[in-house]
């Protein structure tokens, strides 16, 4: 990470450890791994937040590049295996300095799957489901 990178990234977490404080939480930056739970000890989360209803690991990223998707996506799962807990993907794009947030809370199948039927209910022509439909069928994929 450069310079400017690396600042663009501490502003953001800055940011989000003052937003989920405001909201009650206990929040750890860049927590070290004797602070982290046990079943994250083999990742490096920008943030922790404790709340009284719920614990969320947050990860910070800059740019757009998505090398590390399996990364995330072995994080989540390790997320999902503990109720109570949820994930957060914060996306900064170095040109604007604006945060995407790309998920407040993981679906699991069950709540994937209810998503679709609804979503079915809808009149979404050819060329609108495509793109869901590949999406989904990642996330349904067996493990």
């Known amino acids: 990470m450069n310079s400017f990178t690396q600042e663009i990234y501490r502003r953001k977490i800055w940011e989000l450890a003052k937003k989920y404080k405001s909201r009650g939480y206990k929040v750890l930056t860049e927590p070290s791994p004797e602070e982290l739970p046990q079943f994250l000890k083999d990742f490096h989360p920008a943030l922790i937040a404790y709340g009284p209803q719920d614990s969320v690991v947050i990860e910070v990223r800059v740019g757009m590049q998505t090398s590390v998707s399996d990364r995330y996506r072995e994080l989540m799962e390790a997320i999902q295996q503990h109720p109570g807990w949820n994930f957060s993907l914060a996306i900064v794009d170095p040109k604007s300095d604006e945060v995407a947030p790309l998920t407040d809370q993981l679906l699991d199948r069950e709540a994937i799957n209810a998503r679709l039927k609804e979503a079915g209910k809808t009149s979404l022509n050819k060329a609108q489901r495509m793109p869901l ?11």
Do not use: E, V
């Open 133 to 143: 439909s590949c999406c989904c069928g990642y996330l349904l994929r067996p493990s």
